[in-house]
């Protein structure tokens, strides 16, 4: 079981990137070992502000400092990649080493390391040790830590090639494919009703060009799908994978939805805009169920995933919810994108769309916790008559015509 420092524990490693199994962990199209990445988690119920917390290695010290911008909300992750191209958003940070460095060293051969997580104002730590074997851990030179908190966890591991370290349903590590940062899947499941210019349609049988109204843009054209399956064991393995039964009540919906952890729908209320001087959100699956507002489900034969891709991020009618589709920021990382190939309406569909803002303010897991646990004096869910409204192909409102 994981140490936990403040309730932050180390919640996935990739120690040895490299080779034909190597992971191209920011999508900047290099797979190397400076996409190596530490991953923390929060377990405990609050956000927890990681202001002084350092990140280091028995054999490369000094790894990377948290600064005093830098909060872990409950249930989220902070992921420190070797060079992380994409910058320091969306919970990933760039370490900084070179582009073609060795961020954590390997773990075969008899090689072995031990990663430290450090609170500088308490000198609090807890310790990672791994290789195979792994070794009893030493302090590096002018690390600043003190008090070692829990009895240190080791692992058993040579550290293949493109292998990461990872919590199973357990909390134990176990060797398995590289998930980094919040998991991220923002997608429906198959049998997910969409709403389309023919009516309902299960999500499964869409395909590029057919026309979708739009909670904001009417009648658009669906530029592209993609569909991951997650098979049962990798369900069974990794919790962060199944899929979240939304209840309808808190948006006024009959019914619930099945979406992945990361999924948004899109909430109205006039606490929101006292809150976050705007009235409708989007809230992720994975809030909701911290608020007690969605359940994991573990489907038998696992779960296919799908990504529905406008030329905009865009709300569509989704099992009677207003729901995100993939928000494209232009590298897999950020969005959690399946490893898998799109159909699009054309071979460079995808690479061409960029989405510059999401639909609506996505809230991070704090603003979700006090907005869910505020009392709601509006309704929580847009007007149905706008459904009808937008589903028409001919609205004149200054909407994009539908591609």
């Known amino acids: ?14 120690a040895d990137n490299a080779g034909g199994s190597a992971v191209d962990v920011d999508g900047d199209g290099n797979t190397n070992k400076a996409d190596e990445y530490i991953e923390l988690g929060n377990a405990s119920g609050a956000p927890v502000s990681l202001d002084g917390y350092e990140l280091w290695s028995e054999k490369n010290g000094a790894l990377f400092a948290f600064d005093v911008n830098d909060v872990l909300n409950p249930g989220e992750a902070a992921t420190v990649v070797g060079n992380y191209a994409g910058g320091d958003s969306g919970g990933f940070y760039d370490a900084g080493i070179a582009e073609n460095g060795n961020f954590i060293p390997d773990g075969e051969g008899q090689k ?4 430290f997580l450090v609170d500088t104002n308490t000198g609090q730590y ?13 302090l590096p030179t002018g690390f600043p830590g003190t008090t070692q908190v829990g009895s240190g966890e080791s692992l058993n591991s040579n550290a293949p090639n493109g292998t990461a370290f990872a919590r199973d349903a357990n909390g134990n590590l176990i060797e398995t494919t590289p998930t980094p940062g919040t998991p991220g899947i923002a997608c429906f499941t198959a049998g997910t009703m969409i709403l389309t210019r023919h009516g309902e349609r299960p999500v499964e049988t869409l395909a590029p060009g057919d026309g979708v109204p739009t909670y904001d843009n009417g009648m658009q054209r669906l530029v592209g799908i993609c569909a ?13 994978l199944r899929p979240l039964r939304v209840d309808g009540a808190p948006f006024d919906v009959t019914g619930s ?4 952890p990361a999924h948004c729908l899109l909430f109205q209320s006039a606490m929101a805009e006292a ?10 699956a994975r809030h909701l169920e911290l608020a007690g507002f969605a359940r994991p489900e573990l489907p038998r034969g696992g779960v296919t995933y799908y990504h529905l891709m406008f030329a905009e991020h865009e709300m569509v009618l989704a099992d009677g919810f207003w729901s995100e589709t993939f928000l494209n920021t232009g590298t897999d990382a950020d969005e959690g994108a399946p490893d898998a190939k799109w159909q699009t309406e054309n071979n460079l569909m995808r690479s061409h769309t960029r989405h510059a803002t999401s639909a609506r303010r996505i809230l991070r897991g704090f603003e979700a916790a006090v907005l869910l646990d505020a009392p709601r004096s509006a309704k929580s869910r847009p007007d149905t008559g706008r459904a009808t409204y937008i589903a028409m192909p001919d609205r004149q409102s200054g909407a994009r015509a539908a591609r």
């Open 112 to 115: 072995f390391d031990s990663i």
């Open 126 to 138: 807890i310790v990672l040790s791994y290789g195979q074997p792994p070794r009893v851990p030493t």
């Open 257 to 260: 939805t099945l979406l992945s």
């Open 228 to 240: 991951q399956t997650i098979p049962p064991a990798a369900l069974l393995r990794d919790p962060a």
């Open 1 to 14: 079981m994981a140490d936990f420092l403040n309730g932050i524990f180390i919640s996935e490693i990739l």
């Open 275 to 284: 809150l976050f001087e705007c009235s409708e959100v989007l809230l992720r």
